[in-house]
């Protein structure tokens, strides 16, 4: 079976044949992308996009978080972006791509201008996020070293199939909705660390609404966008993966960042948290830190030398300092200018090695912290492990309600009554 039959034949998956816990694990994302977004709402890019929309005019139809309506392309490109202004939303290691901040505004804006149910949104979302993660582990890692943001990419096609689903479009004009989309993604990850990374989740969203929208009036495209000649993969991958065969949902492996940092950092953070607590570990204590990640993340979050609060966000040297400081790296607020010009922060950071391993994988970290009195702790984490439903629950909603306070578990109350819920209800709560 082709890539692209395998898509089209996700895309049109009866909704009977949806795994449950697949379904549990789309309601985890809806929450947390909701509250990402919420948090968002005041952060400069959030605003400037809010206003640049707003000036364009157009059918008010779907919400855009801390705005009013807009038209449903629109809504997703503002959404995408807001979501993704903190950094702090779900990561898919499998072909490594935020899924909800560019499928998500995607299937809300248009489940909104078509008045769908909540459960129908969530399922759309489903299916595009699937489909995401499949063509993203097709494209590979050479796709994302190459310098492509597959937040954007992979994501755009993700969106297209969750808003073709929600349009209802037929085989046919699914095919020519990705092929569309494979002339529209786009995403580079030189914009890391400035407003063009959350801009590229917006980018993925937008294109979604787009290119369904524009199948669903009769657009044609390239018959095979994917895989065809010159297509999307050949063009874009080094070397593309075999695609995985259908059968388990891939997307269910999707990780929840409990930092406000690259999810890359996060078995790092885990680890050294750890070992503060079981030794009373604090900076003063280290002679050095040696820390072996997985390549790819040399090239995302190793910044030697912050300049601004969000280029630490992608710093392994001033996160380690973070961790051993006291210094909360779950909150947003903690990621300041200022701490980025710390000479604290500066003078530890030249205590720490990172080497790039090929035999550790991107969700894990292994390493040693030497101490000055000549004392070794060697620790190690692995994201790969699922969390148990009750525990994930109770810290995405501790997640939320330090960013957005007693709004965290209202949130939580609409998410908790999808059943009885349309998309436009979930709308008034980004408003």
Same mark, same amino acid.
Do not use: Q
């Given at each position: 079976m082709t890539l692209l039959a395998q898509i089209l034949d996700l895309a049109a998956m009866p909704e009977g044949n949806i795994p449950a816990s697949a379904r549990s694990m789309a309601r985890f994302s809806l929450f947390d992308w909701l509250v990402c977004g919420r948090a968002g709402v005041d952060e400069p890019l959030a605003v400037i996009l809010r206003n640049y929309i707003g000036a364009e005019g157009g059918l008010p139809v779907a919400s855009v978080f801390g705005g009013t309506q807009v038209p449903a392309r629109a809504a997703a490109l503002v959404n995408g972006a807001t979501s993704h202004a903190l950094d702090y939303d779900d990561t898919h290691f499998g072909h490594v791509g935020h899924l909800s901040v560019g499928i998500y505004p995607a299937a809300l804006a248009v489940g909104e201008a078509l008045g769908a149910s909540a459960s129908e949104l969530v399922d759309a979302f489903l299916i595009g996020a699937e489909a995401s993660v499949r063509i993203g582990m097709v494209l590979g890692a050479g796709h994302y070293n190459r310098g492509f943001h597959q937040t954007a990419t992979?994501?755009?096609?993700? @969106?297209?199939?969750?808003?073709g689903r929600l349009y209802g479009l037929t085989r046919d004009q699914m095919r020519m909705a990705i092929g569309l989309c494979a002339t529209r993604a786009s995403g580079l990850k030189s914009q890391f660390g400035t407003m063009g990374k959350p801009y590229n989740a917006g980018i993925a969203a937008s294109n979604g609404v787009e290119c369904a929208g524009l199948a669903r009036a009769g657009f044609t495209s390239a018959d095979d966008g994917l895989m065809g000649a010159q297509g999307f993969v050949l063009t874009h991958a080094d070397v593309p993966h075999p695609s995985p065969p259908p059968g388990a949902f891939l997307f269910e492996d999707v990780k929840y960042k409990l930092h406000a940092c690259c999810h890359?950092?996060?078995?790092?953070?885990?680890?050294?948290?750890?070992?503060?607590? @079981?030794?009373?570990?604090? *900076? +003063?204590?280290? @002679?050095?830190?040696?820390?072996?990640?997985?390549?790819? !993340?040399?090239?995302?979050?190793?910044?030697?030398? *912050?300049?601004?609060?969000? +280029?630490?966000?992608?710093?392994?040297? !001033?996160l380690a300092g973070m961790v051993l400081a006291g210094i909360p790296t779950a909150s947003d607020r903690a990621y300041t200018d200022a701490l980025a010009h710390d000479d604290l922060m500066a003078d530890f950071a030249t205590k720490i090695t990172i080497e790039g391993d090929a035999a550790v994988t991107d969700m894990q970290a292994v390493g040693q912290v030497q101490l000055k009195d000549g004392g070794n702790l060697p620790f190690a984490y692995d994201l790969a492990a699922r969390l148990p439903h009750t525990l994930l629950e109770n810290r995405l909603r501790v997640k939320a309600t330090g960013l957005i306070g007693a709004e965290g578990e209202q949130i939580w109350a609409v998410v908790a009554a999808l059943d009885n819920l349309s998309a436009g209800d979930l709308g008034k709560r980004l408003r």
């Open positions: 992979a994501g755009a096609f993700g @969106a297209t199939v969750a808003a890359g950092t996060h078995a790092m953070i885990e680890a050294l948290a750890a070992l503060k607590h @079981a030794h009373n570990l604090t *900076p +003063e204590r280290v @002679a050095s830190i040696h820390l072996r990640t997985g390549t790819r !993340w040399l090239s995302v979050c190793d910044i030697k030398a *912050p300049r601004t609060g969000l +280029e630490v966000k992608f710093s392994y040297n !001033w």
